[in-house]
């Protein structure tokens, strides 16, 4: 097979070669899906080192688990779910912002966690950067996850190991901060 051009192989019999455990298929296609899940793993962790290390041992664990992908769905959201759950074990692993977690916990302290308020003002990507970064890590995984990753309530709860309640009353007291942030930061 040294004479096949991996880069021109379509995801299928890429996917097929590396089931056969073809490492040069099996390096094409991290170099696919690098810098993707890279990022993901990035907006959990907030460090290059472990990002890294979580995609890593993601692409491995996805190379140990190859034949459980029955080409139903994409193959990238797939890989992608396997680093994601990944990284938020490092996240949990590492857990360096404990801060006010037992405040999270408590439903009752929380506004009404069953709004859903659909209307975010428009704020520049440098607003929205800023106003996350001053949210707990928790808070911004939360919101990353539900909004730019798009898992459900029901995924979040899953993966984080929190109560169905505690992932909306969460998501809704991280969706207020990140306003306040937004508002205090127009008043600047």
Known sequence: ???????????????????????????????????????????ILK????????????????????????????????LRKIVVRKSIRYYHYNKRNIGDSSLENNTELSENPDTEDTEFPNFSSEQLDRALGKLTHRYSLIL???????????????????????????????KTQLKKHLHEGTKD
Request: glycine share 6%; with cysteine.
């Open 144 to 174: 990353k996850m539900y909004y730019l990753e798009g898992y459900t309530h029901e995924e979040i709860s899953e993966l984080l190991h929190w109560s169905y309640s505690n992932c909306r009353t969460t998501l809704s007291r991280a």
């Open 47 to 78: 460090n290059r080192d472990d990002a890294q290390d979580a995609m890593q041992e993601g692409m491995i664990t996805a190379f140990e688990k190859l034949d459980q992908f029955q080409g139903e769905g994409n193959f990238g959201g797939w």
């Open 1 to 43: 097979m040294s004479s096949l051009n991996y880069k021109e192989l379509h995801i299928n019999n890429l996917i097929l070669a590396c089931k056969r455990k073809d490492q040069n298929a099996q390096m094409e296609l991290y170099q696919r899906y690098y810098q993707p899940l890279y990022h993901a793993a990035y907006a």
